[in-house]
């Protein structure tokens, strides 16, 4: 097992990790409770029971390297290689797996390969444009100067919001859920995390784009592809019925003798 494994955990188990992992659960509950199809797959993260509301009948949780502690895991996997055949996955679930990937466009890129055409992608991140972020960000300073550590151990490159959406519309995903949350600012202590409870409550409406974590779902969308109704069968027989022998004999004399049937 990876130091970074091992890190990761610890920290989901702090107050700020836990304060995310429940405002993600809580989206990711929401979200997935009404999509329906028959192949789900959630990438990394197992502290985060993202399928636990969905109800399709073959549900997976892949993860980049092998724990014994994570249990339920039905496989490991390299993100950017996943053993699913093109197009057949109706659900692919990435709670911050493009930041802990080596190379996030790949893992999009591979996420795209095997949904299935109007399958949905669900993506949680942190946003580096926030109080979290910039803590991040100076924490690295410091550390490179030789003292303190930084905020969020072991995480790869925040990947911003709206950098996100480029990329997934480059890979023709429709997005049609896209929020923030987390607006409390980066303090390690359990005490000062509830007395800032309030800023959860107004960020939305005083500073939306400036929270700690952001939730989107999109949808794959295929060029010149159309979706036929409910209806196509019954259109189907329609113009496959037989005309009747003496609609067919009037039609053909009325056609030899130039004439218009009114």
Known sequence: ????????????????????????????????????????LQLGVPELQALQLNRMPHRWLATAGPDPRYGVVAFHSDFTALPFPA???????LPHALE?????????????????PEGKVVICGLNPVSLWGLRQRRSRWY???????????????????????????????EVEVGRFGCYRPAVESADWLRRFAWMDRVGPRSWPIFGAAYFVVATKRVRGMRLLGANWKLSTKRSAAAVPVAQQSHASVNERNGKETV
């Open 1 to 40: 097992m990876s130091d970074q494994i091992i890190g990761l955990q610890e920290w989901f188990k702090s107050p700020a990790g836990s304060y995310l992992l429940e405002w993600e659960q809580a989206q990711l509950d929401e979200a997935v409770a009404d999509l329906f199809g028959y192949h789900a």
């Open 100 to 116: 802990f990937s080596p190379d996030p466009h790949a893992t999009l890129r591979e996420v795209e390969r095997v949904l299935v």
């Open 87 to 93: 197009n057949s996955l109706d659900l692919v679930i």
């Open 143 to 173: 550390l490179r100067a030789g003292w303190g550590q930084v905020f969020l151990p072991e995480w790869g490159d925040l990947i911003g919001y709206w950098r996100l959406r480029d990329w997934l519309r480059l890979l023709s995903f």
